[in-house]
């Protein structure tokens, strides 16, 4: 069976065995009062791939060497055999040097999964639709809108009609917004003049 991990190719005794494969799906699984429970996927997770082997030969310290900066540089490479490849990262890499010639080892790859963030149309999950609706409608809130003064305006009656929830309370926050504007304090506004409303 030919194996390699990027371009490095491994010999007779540097291969496993046998090679795991499998894994578990990573769910978020919330449980609600009356026994309905909600059930989030959140993508594939696979085993480590552990093995021993043996580096012999003349150049068992190059080929050691190869390895090892393989995993200092910590980039996913690509993992192949005769049947499939996909791409992992060098987790841990011992090997156990006694001669030049003869190095035994022990090699721990990790499968890289690309989870690609899935859009508000594909969720499932309610609580999760809920909260992608509730960052949109946040970002859309803070995002504002601009009111301009009106003769006869105070920043309370600019509270009261304008903000999302009609609450003259908001008067300051509307000033603390504004502070580039109303710069002769809250009292002092003139018709014309832009305000940022972000509540």
């Known amino acids: 069976m030919r194996v390699a991990i990027g371009e ?38 696979y085993r480590p791939i552990t093995w021993s082997g043996m580096f012999i030969g003349i150049d068992a310290y190059d080929r050691m060497m190869t390895l090892g900066l393989m995993r200092t540089a910590g980039k996913p490479v690509e993992f192949s055999c005769d049947k499939f490849s996909f791409p992992i ?18 090699i721990t790859l990790i499968h890289v999964v690309d989870l690609r963030q899935k859009s508000a149309t594909q969720l499932v999950d309610s609580i999760d639709k809920a909260a992608v609706q509730y960052a ?3 970002s859309e809130q803070k995002q504002g809108k601009i009111y301009v003064v009106k003769d006869g305006d105070t920043l309370w009656k600019i509270a009261r009609t304008q903000t999302e929830g009609k609450n003259a309370n908001l008067v300051d926050k509307i000033y ?10 809250p009292n002092w506004i003139l018709p014309g003049m832009e305000l940022k409303i972000n509540v």
Do not use: C, H
């Open 136 to 138: 949109e409608a946040t």
């Open 8 to 45: 490095f190719e491994l010999k007779d005794w540097e291969k496993p065995d046998f090679i795991n494969r499998g894994g578990e799906q990573m769910l978020a699984i919330r449980p609600f009062p009356g026994g309905s429970v909600s059930i989030q996927d959140m993508g594939p997770s």
């Open 89 to 106: 990262v060098i987790k841990e890499f011992y090997p156990d040097y006694k001669s030049d010639t003869r190095i035994p080892f022990t």
């Open 176 to 185: 603390q917004d504004n502070l580039d504007v109303l710069t002769d304090g």
